[in-house]
């Protein structure tokens, strides 16, 4: 089944110590989105690309960082993760901005 | 700017009965919008979508929604609750950014069955 695959699906790190998250499709759509989701919140757009360009919203921090080193794969990179970036970490994908496919999430435990 | 308003954020409802989730828009042209529903420590699974059309919209596991545009609504419905439906619901609506269409959430309404 085609489908959004994160991996892990639970990473933990110390504080300070960077962290790569990972994200794969086998839907070949365009359009890949990273999103934080705290705890009884909803989810948070950090960044998103369309094909190979880079769109970061106004508000992330630039501690977090992404790549896409082809269309199924899409890395997000948290350079000093403090306390505050523990979250569920969401992928997810589209064709063109219409609606968007989610993965399982990476639940990120800082220490 | 867009935004999305869930004005309840937690219904609880008996196993059977019907259920109403409650979604208010704000968006300038016509609006894009969707439910998502999350179980706990899950991603977020579409429910069903509203493009254009026909303002009664039909999705999965029994849910359909309806669009009105004089009240700035997509309301959530189903006529007969599951205890599997407990779950985190969201609404969204997408903007049209030109560079790939971003949502903006609803702050998401938890729903509890009660058996």
């Known amino acids: 089944d085609a489908m959004v695959i994160q991996n892990p699906r639970y990473q933990v790190t110390q504080f300070g110590k960077p962290v790569t998250l990972s994200c794969s499709q086998t839907?070949?759509?365009?359009?890949m989105y990273w999103y934080q989701q705290k705890s009884s919140q909803a989810p948070k757009l950090l960044f998103h690309?369309?094909?190979?360009?880079?769109?970061n919203e106004a508000d992330t921090p630039d501690n977090f960082q992404s790549r896409r080193p082809n269309t199924s794969f899409c890395f997000l990179d948290i350079r000093s993760p403090g306390l505050g970036d523990a979250a569920m970490y969401l992928c997810?994908?589209?064709?063109?901005?219409?609606?968007?496919?989610f993965g399982p999430g990476t639940r990120l435990t800082v220490l | 700017a867009q935004s999305v308003t869930q004005p309840d954020i937690h219904i609880t409802v008996s196993e059977g009965a019907s259920l109403e989730l409650r979604c208010n828009y704000s968006?300038?042209?016509?609006?894009?919008l969707f439910w998502y529903v999350q179980s706990p420590g899950q991603g977020l699974q579409l429910l069903l979508k509203?493009?254009?059309?026909?303002?009664l919209v039909q999705g999965i596991k029994g849910f359909e929604a309806e669009f009105k545009r004089s009240q700035s609504s997509f309301n959530l419905r189903k006529p007969s609750v599951h205890w599997s439906d407990a779950a985190e619901y969201f609404c969204?609506?997408?903007?049209?950014?030109?560079?790939?269409?971003?949502?903006?959430f609803g702050t998401g309404t938890q729903l509890k069955v009660e058996l």
């Open positions: 690309y369309y094909d190979k360009d880079f769109n």
């Open positions: 997810a994908t589209s064709i063109r901005g219409n609606e968007q496919f």
């Open positions: 509203y493009f254009s059309g026909d303002t």
């Open positions: 969204a609506v997408v903007a049209d950014t030109g560079g790939g269409n971003k949502l903006t």
């Open positions: 839907l070949n759509h365009n359009v």
């Open positions: 968006y300038g042209a016509t609006p894009y």
